[in-house]
């Protein structure tokens, strides 16, 4: 899979899909950075900030399972970040199902951090899908864990969530598309 450098609000991001998710962040009103800081062996590709801060890595992928996480969660731990959630987004939206927790459009996976739970600090992160959530402002919570909304910080056990229509998703993720489409390194 190729990586065409893409600009996005003056911004020059290292690929297409990265650009692309930027501009789905900015569709939800989510602040966020772009590559924020440097960790021991690794740049985070975004921070979102929110109720609570977030890194995102960003990798085309459409499972968790294929996510080398060894090297991300190392640099966590070796940092003054440890403890700072982690979301993993890939190369589209996709439907959770009722089987994997809470139902509904998915951006990812979520490392929740539970330091209390385990005796390896690496696997004090657990990751379920991160589902949206939208009341009224956009958010998303962990599928299996706190349905605290990591945007907004609302978290009324499940009752505060409003779970979009994947249609609804899947337009601004179709709009964010457009937004950087045709915008490489000789776009201005």
């Known amino acids: 899979m190729h990586s065409y450098l893409t600009i996005y609000k003056?911004?020059?991001?290292?690929?297409?899909?990265?650009?692309?998710?930027?501009?789905?962040?900015?569709?939800?009103?989510?602040r966020h950075q772009y590559?924020?800081?440097?960790l021991?062996?690794?740049?985070?590709?975004?921070?979102?900030?929110?109720?609570?801060e977030v890194l995102v890595e960003v990798k085309p992928i459409g499972d968790i399972e294929q996510f080398e996480g060894p090297k991300f969660?190392?640099?966590?731990?070796?940092?003054?970040?440890?403890?700072?959630e982690l979301l993993v987004v890939?190369?589209?939206i996709f439907k959770a199902n009722e089987s994997e927790g809470k139902s509904g459009p998915a951006i990812g996976w979520l490392g929740e951090f539970f330091k209390d739970k385990a005796s390896d600090p690496?696997?004090?992160?657990?990751?379920?899908k991160a589902i949206l959530?939208?009341?009224?402002?956009?958010?998303?919570f962990h599928a299996l864990g706190s349905y605290e909304d990591?945007?907004?910080g609302i978290h009324e056990g499940d009752h505060h969530l409003v779970i979009p229509s994947d249609q609804e998703v899947q337009l601004l993720w179709a709009e964010a598309g457009n937004e950087v489409q045709w915008k490489g390194k000789n776009a201005s």
Do not use: C, M
Request: aromatic letters at 20%; zero cysteines; proline letters at 4%.
């Open 10 to 30: 003056h911004v020059r991001y290292r690929s297409r899909l990265e650009a692309k998710w930027a501009a789905f962040f900015d569709l939800l009103g989510w």
């Open 35 to 38: 590559e924020p800081f440097d």
């Open 40 to 52: 021991k062996g690794w740049i985070p590709d975004f921070l979102i900030r929110g109720h609570k």
């Open 73 to 84: 969660l190392n640099a966590l731990v070796q940092s003054d970040r440890y403890g700072t």
């Open 90 to 92: 890939g190369h589209t």
């Open 122 to 128: 690496k696997e004090a992160y657990w990751f379920a």
């Open 133 to 140: 959530n939208r009341n009224p402002n956009w958010g998303f």
């Open 150 to 152: 990591r945007i907004t």
